[in-house]
């Protein structure tokens, strides 16, 4: 494969994201693709390779505890020629910041809905993020085999909550007890389940368009007479697919299936295989980098402590967005400048991993290290670029760090600035005193916290309530930024590296803040 260049694998790599609310079956969906993309054999091995793997570490038992997924994975499989790489996103809500940094190294979303329920918070609220970054978003309306909402009603709550064109690409003859299977407006091909347990066992059938005749074989007249109705109604009331207006994040096609009964899902890959964008130029500065571009670069979204405990390795996942990478190559991260060779770069293939001999733009690769990449890192093979666009987000919850041995303030030292490193807490050492603070956007990470200061550090810590509620970086004119010191002392802190950060009770007193010191910048969110 040396022929291989990165402009030829461009066009055959789909990176993307399942998004979703907790329950909508965004993992039964992600066994079911990596089953029809052959990646795994047996339905249900992620689960169970996922519980085999949480088990192996301590801090992870809260995964198991709560049955959510704290890590994100990436998965990749192929399928008619087309590499995919799925990143897993975190479902639960307080792991907002983890997911946003996900969604930053996909090309495209699915967002995975529940038929019976539309719309949940979580949806929209990684819906949002999406949109942020201009994500394309394909639409799935899962469990259709089960009673589920009118089609309309669900096309038209997407549409006004996200404010986006809705095209449907299929339509659901019936749904539950009624359900006959999946009508396929561009093939004109209606699939229906057959076999005893009625999973989608290959039952197709095309036709010459929705009037045909043909299809009253098939269809119970009652089935057939309504989806005539609906589709003639979806067909002129809903917008035709427009590639374009998809890609630009400003309409979603919708698809709709059963994950668990494996109608759709097919039709769910081919979809993001004909339209889903290609890996796309990357926001970096000087300038977006296309990934044509013949020098290797990539950024790090993500880094995972402790996969393997045996070896107590961390794991950087990099994004690679330009140029072909080879095993063994030299790169510049950009957050310590010195280059690293990268020998034993691993791929993911379902949950196992492979040394990767080469990589291409949208895929990922793990780079073990011992904590000198860090997430936001660029890595590329000069030095002055960065991608932009990673940001830290303001701290929503703030909490001292109590020590319960006080000889081990240099574990707990070094354990908070691993930690925050790999961008599970925040660590803010205040200017007067010695109560370190760590924030959180959600509070599950402190129980991850506290759970792995204990397993991985031997720290045994507690948290107490801080005086601060949230937290802000300070810029600015030089003078002013002294000024705002001198008066506050109290309240300022610096952050793992070194910046100066103003903790505030409140965000009454930001704004107060603010108002006395015009000069000085308070930035909710630092940009790595
Ligand atoms: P999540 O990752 O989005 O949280 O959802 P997950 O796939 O775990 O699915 C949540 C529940 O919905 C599971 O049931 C799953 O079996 C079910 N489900 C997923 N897709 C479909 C579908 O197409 N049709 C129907 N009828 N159900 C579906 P559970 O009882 O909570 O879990 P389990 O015991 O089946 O694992």
């Known amino acids: 494969m040396e022929y291989l260049d990165n402009r030829m694998t461009i066009p055959s790599r789909r990176t993307f994201a399942i998004i979703s609310h907790p329950d909508a079956g965004k993992t039964t969906l992600t066994e079911k693709l990596l089953l029809e993309g052959g990646a795994i054999h047996l339905a249900g091995e992620v689960k169970a390779r996922g519980a085999n793997r949480r088990a192996r570490s301590d801090w992870m038992k809260i995964e198991q505890q709560r049955g959510i997924s704290v890590t ?15 990143l897993d996103t975190p479902g639960h809500e307080d792991f907002s910041e983890d997911t946003y940094r996900t969604l930053t190294a996909v090309d495209s979303a699915v967002m995975v809905i529940d038929a019976a329920k539309g719309i949940e918070p979580q949806t929209r609220k990684l819906f949002e993020v999406c949109r942020l970054r201009n994500v394309p978003i394909i639409t799935f309306v899962n469990k259709v085999d089960r009673e589920g ?20 690409m299929s339509w659901p003859v019936g749904m539950g007890g009624t359900f006959e299977g999946i009508y396929d407006f561009a093939k004109n091909r209606l699939r229906q389940p057959s076999g005893p347990s009625k999973e989608f066992e290959g039952k197709e059938v095309f036709v010459e ?12 007249a009652q089935g057939l007479e309504k989806l005539r109705e609906e589709a003639e109604l979806a067909v002129g009331g809903y917008a035709d697919f ?13 698809y709709f299936g059963s994950a668990l009964k494996l109608f759709g899902v ?36 993500k880094v995972q402590a402790n996969m393997d405990p045996q070896h107590r390795d961390r794991i950087a996942f990099m994004r690679l ?48 290290n011992h904590g000198t990449l860090r997430v936001g890192d660029t890595l590329s093979e000069k030095a002055g670029l960065r991608f932009t666009g990673l940001p830290n987000f303001a701290p929503e919850i703030l909490r001292r760090v109590a020590l319960k041995d006080p000889t081990k303030t240099k574990q707990l030292r070094k354990a908070l600035d691993d930690l925050s490193e790999e961008g599970v807490i925040q660590v803010f050492y205040p200017e007067i005193g010695s109560s370190w603070v760590v924030g959180v956007v959600g509070q599950l990470q402190l129980d991850v916290l506290i759970s792995r200061l204990e397993a991985e550090y031997k720290v045994a810590a507690g948290l107490e ?27 300022m802190a610096r952050d793992r590296d070194g910046n100066l950060v103003f903790m505030a009770k409140s965000a009454w007193d930001v704004g107060y803040q603010q108002e006395r010191h015009p000069k000085v910048k308070f930035s909710a969110t630092k940009e790595r």
């Not at 909402?149 to 449907?168: I, S």
């Not at 309530?465 to 309240?491: M, Q, Y």
Request: aromatic share 8%.
């Open 72 to 86: 994100s994975s990436v998965m990749t499989f192929e399928r008619d020629g087309i590499t995919f790489n799925l």
């Open 149 to 168: 909402r009118d089609t309309f009603a669900l096309l038209d709550e997407v549409a006004d909550a996200l404010a986006l064109d809705v095209c449907p």
């Open 209 to 220: 368009g929705i009037a045909d005749d043909a299809l009253a074989e098939h269809i119970s």
């Open 242 to 254: 427009d590639l374009a207006a998809y890609r630009h994040g400003d309409l979603t096609p919708v």
């Open 266 to 301: 097919t039709e769910l890959i081919d979809a993001l295989a004909a339209h889903a964008p290609p890996p796309r130029a990357q926001p970096a500065e000087p300038a977006p980098v296309e990934p044509e571009n013949s020098e290797v670069t990539g950024f790090i979204f």
């Open 321 to 368: 967005c330009s140029g072909k990478f080879r095993r063994g190559m030299k790169l510049t991260p950009s957050g310590s400048g010195k280059p690293i060779a990268v020998h034993s770069p691993i791929l993911f293939f379902a949950q196992d991993r492979e040394i990767a001999d080469e990589a291409f733009p949208g895929d990922i690769i793990g780079i073990p």
């Open 465 to 491: 309530a801080s005086p601060f509620d949230t937290a802000r970086w300070i810029s600015g004119d030089e003078a002013a930024v002294k000024e705002l010191v001198s008066f506050n002392g109290a309240n």
